[in-house]
């Protein structure tokens, strides 16, 4: 049976074009009555794609017509409904972040990939640590701070010199980000469901950033990270290119 596809795609030209040419030859189907979503563009909007499809309960497949494309399969307009039935899930948690501001104000926000502390001024930031309640790190000067996925550790967190994780991993990566005192800490190693809370110290003079797959919060003074293990996503690749084996070929280059 041929499955009901939404396609979906970037602003770039090549995905309009790649849009273009599916949508003729295989139809389009209403994201809402969709067996699975057809995503057209770069790893930047395939997570765009799995927040839209957030609580739908469809697989997202990609097709890179982006640059780096490490969330995407290759692209070719042949065949698509075999490739679909062939391919294979992969299903992945995402990050709950709670950011509290200067204001009191609080903003709650989902990543796929990671949450990232960053200074928003010339000075550094300084931080405090708090995993699962106990205080953990007293204080971290750095230009930041973040908690990845093993989905997203090859993104941010390897650029941050964080460790790659297996997607199977239940382990969290807490990695620093150019890191000043202590000099030589590079992050840690945590369980899938600790609970991270990072306090801003100094915020008025040291002023710090929260972001969420992109989605930043300015002027915060304390941000609440853990795992949303009642979100999945689900991601389909082609047989013996996906997820676990992409992250085990990232670390022999």
Same mark, same amino acid.
């Given at each position: 049976?041929?499955?009901?596809?939404?396609?979906?795609?970037?602003?770039?030209?090549?995905?309009?074009?790649?849009?273009?040419?599916?949508?003729?030859?295989?139809?389009?189907?209403?994201?809402?009555?969709?067996?699975?979503?057809?995503?057209?563009?770069?790893?930047?909007?395939?997570?765009?794609?799995?927040?839209?499809?957030?609580?739908?309960?469809?697989?997202?497949?990609?097709?890179?017509?982006?640059?780096?494309?490490?969330?995407?399969?290759?692209?070719?307009?042949?065949?698509?409904?075999?490739?679909?039935?062939?391919?294979?899930?992969?299903?992945?948690?995402?990050?709950?972040?709670?950011?509290?501001?200067?204001?009191?104000?609080?903003?709650?926000?989902?990543?796929?990939?990671?949450?990232?502390?960053?200074?928003?001024?010339?000075?550094?930031?300084?931080?405090?640590?708090?995993?699962?309640?106990?205080?953990?790190?007293?204080?971290?000067?750095?230009?930041?701070?973040?908690? !990845?996925?093993? @989905?997203?550790?090859?993104?941010?967190?390897?650029?941050?010199? $964080?460790?790659? +994780? %297996?997607?199977? *991993? &239940? =382990?969290? !990566?807490?990695? @620093?980000?150019?890191?000043?005192?202590?000099?030589?800490?590079? $992050?840690?190693? +945590? %369980?899938?469901? *600790? &609970? =991270?809370?990072?306090?801003?110290?100094?915020?008025?003079?040291?002023?710090?950033?929260?972001?969420?797959?992109?989605?930043?919060?300015?002027?915060?003074?304390?941000?609440?990270?853990?795992?949303?293990?009642?979100?999945?996503?689900?991601?389909?690749?082609?047989?013996?290119?996906?997820?676990?084996?992409?992250?085990?070929?990232?670390?022999?280059?």
């Amino acid at each position: 049976m041929t499955p009901r596809i939404h396609f979906t795609a970037s602003h770039a030209e090549l995905a309009r074009e790649a849009l273009t040419t599916l949508t003729a030859r295989y139809g389009d189907t209403p994201l809402d009555r969709a067996d699975v979503v057809v995503a057209l563009g770069g790893d930047g909007f395939m997570l765009q794609t799995l927040h839209v499809t957030q609580g739908l309960g469809v697989p997202v497949y990609g097709m890179n017509r982006g640059t780096v494309g490490f969330l995407m399969n290759a692209f070719a307009d042949d065949d698509l409904p075999a490739r679909l039935a062939e391919a294979e899930e992969t299903s992945i948690n995402p990050l709950r972040m709670r950011a509290t501001c200067a204001d009191g104000t609080c903003h709650e926000a989902l990543a796929i990939n990671e949450v990232s502390l960053l200074r928003e001024g010339p000075q550094a930031a300084k931080l405090r640590i708090h995993v699962d309640g106990r205080m953990r790190m007293e204080e971290l000067v750095c230009d930041g701070a973040l908690v !990845a996925t093993p @989905a997203g550790s090859t993104a941010y967190n390897y650029s941050a010199h $964080g460790p790659i +994780l %297996p997607i199977g *991993a &239940e =382990v969290l !990566a807490l990695t @620093a980000i150019a890191p000043f005192r202590p000099r030589r800490w590079r $992050g840690a190693l +945590l %369980p899938k469901e *600790a &609970e =991270v809370v990072v306090e801003v110290l100094n915020p008025a003079r040291r002023p710090v950033m929260a972001d969420a797959d992109s989605r930043s919060v300015r002027n915060v003074i304390r941000v609440q990270i853990r795992s949303a293990s009642d979100i999945s996503h689900r991601l389909l690749f082609d047989p013996g290119h996906g997820l676990d084996e992409r992250l085990l070929r990232e670390q022999f280059v």
